[in-house]
């Protein structure tokens, strides 16, 4: 389904986007990793030694002029971008009486702005080639929050809203803009978790990252041509759960 194909992943040092590239790259399709480090080229060195085509980016997205050259390189070398997964971003969990405006620009740019800018670019290239499609990584935490995560929070909310406006925008070139929100997805020490980590999911058991990476191929699945501007929860049912202390 994928042969041929071009997918952009931000953020692919992470558990989510390694797990994304392998995703992807087990589908046939061509991968371009990206993060602000040089981790990124660990990604695709270790994916490309299992056989797959992988390429990795250093591209630092609160930088604007380094996602535009990114997506004008990816445009020399490929001609095509099919998928874009918006999955880089970061959080500061601290007091708002404490939260610089530093901080906060640092994580409204990576996240939201970074994530609007890779779509444009993107975007200019898919409408060459008949259309594409973009999902956008939000989490539960743009539709609940515990205290100290504001701008986590609001990145994350200005997500959702970003998505279903880039589908407006670029429904008449045949691109498709989903979001995922996932919830607790453990990306580092699965077996270290509890019991009771698991038993508080409805699910019983927390997430991984291959789930993230299954909502993904859904939401970019050329069948799935109906299906945009919406997300799509990933947490084992925890926003769904009510909670009383007893």
């Known amino acids: 389904m994928y042969q041929g194909k071009v ?24 991968i ?19 056989g797959y085509d992988v390429h990795s980016y250093i591209c630092d997205l609160t930088v604007p002029t380094e996602i535009e050259n990114m997506f004008r390189e990816i445009d020399n070398m490929f001609r095509r971008v099919d998928v874009l997964i918006n999955n880089a971003g970061f959080g500061i969990f601290v007091s708002p009486y404490d939260l610089t405006v530093e901080q906060w620009d640092d994580v409204i740019n990576t996240n939201l702005r970074g994530a609007f800018l890779c779509a444009r670019e993107a975007a200019k290239i898919m409408k060459t080639h008949g259309g594409g499609a973009i999902v956008n990584i939000a989490s539960t935490r743009a539709l609940m929050s515990e205290p100290n995560s504001e701008a986590y929070a609001a990145s994350k909310g200005g997500m959702l809203a970003l998505t279903h406006a880039l589908a407006m925008s670029f429904s008449a070139d045949r691109i498709r803009v989903n979001a995922i929100c996932p919830g607790w997805i453990e990306t580092k020490a699965y077996e270290t ?45 925890m926003t769904r759960k009510m909670i009383y202390e007893e």
């Open 7 to 30: 997918v952009v992943i931000t953020g692919a040092a992470g558990g989510i986007g390694r797990a994304l590239a392998k995703a992807y790259a087990e589908q046939g399709a061509t």
């Open 193 to 237: 978790l509890r019991p009771k980590d698991h038993a508080q999911h409805p699910a019983g058991r927390v997430g991984k990252p291959e789930d993230v990476a299954r909502a993904c191929l859904y939401f970019t699945d050329p069948n799935n041509d109906f299906v945009t501007g919406t997300h799509l929860v990933v947490d084992g049912g």
């Open 32 to 50: 371009i990793v990206t993060d602000k480090t040089d981790e990124a080229q660990l990604v695709a060195k270790q994916l490309q030694t299992e």
